[in-house]
């Protein structure tokens, strides 16, 4: 594993234990060379995934940049990260599941909804914006009206 400070390769592990959800291997690192200490996570891949984006571009899908969009969704809102966990988990374990080698970057988009509807509407609400590109106060709020008449229609 490669030092995040100096780039060194040399780098030793000194501690292994499993995350709460027993879904990866946390590992404390220090590096050889400068004496740095990081931590790493270990996770199994079922196999790789391509994301196809609506520009036509093909990435490989990258579970650092989802999680980071739903954190910054999520800034500064009281959700307990453990569930926010579960819910990328979830999340990459159903497009590895899914038994498709590309997705579309639509497809992550409405499952990362879903997931953040469940946590927190703010977030739901950041993402959707950000997710839909609102240029004006009203798409968010021709967007709540829908949310509501959506959830009304559950209500009957």
Request: aromatic share 8%.
């Amino acid at each position: 594993m490669r030092c995040p400070y100096c780039a060194s390769t040399d780098t030793q592990v000194k501690d292994s234990r499993p995350t709460e959800d027993s879904s990866a291997i946390r590992r404390r690192r220090v590096c050889n060379a400068c004496g740095g200490r990081f931590t790493t996570f270990e996770r199994v891949q079922l196999r790789e995934i391509t994301v196809a984006k609506k520009s036509g571009r093909k990435m490989p899908f990258d579970r650092e940049k989802l999680a980071r969009s739903v954190y910054t969704a999520l800034r500064k809102r009281e959700v307990d990260p453990d569930r926010v966990e579960r819910m990328i988990s979830g999340i990459v374990r159903q497009l590895e599941s899914s038994g498709e080698g590309e997705v579309t970057s639509e497809h992550i988009g409405m499952l990362v909804m879903d997931g953040l509807k469940e946590l927190d509407d703010v977030a739901f609400v950041r993402f959707a914006s950000v997710y839909r590109n609102f240029a004006a106060a009203d798409d968010f709020r021709s967007f709540l009206e829908d949310l509501d008449r959506a959830d009304g229609a559950g209500d009957e």
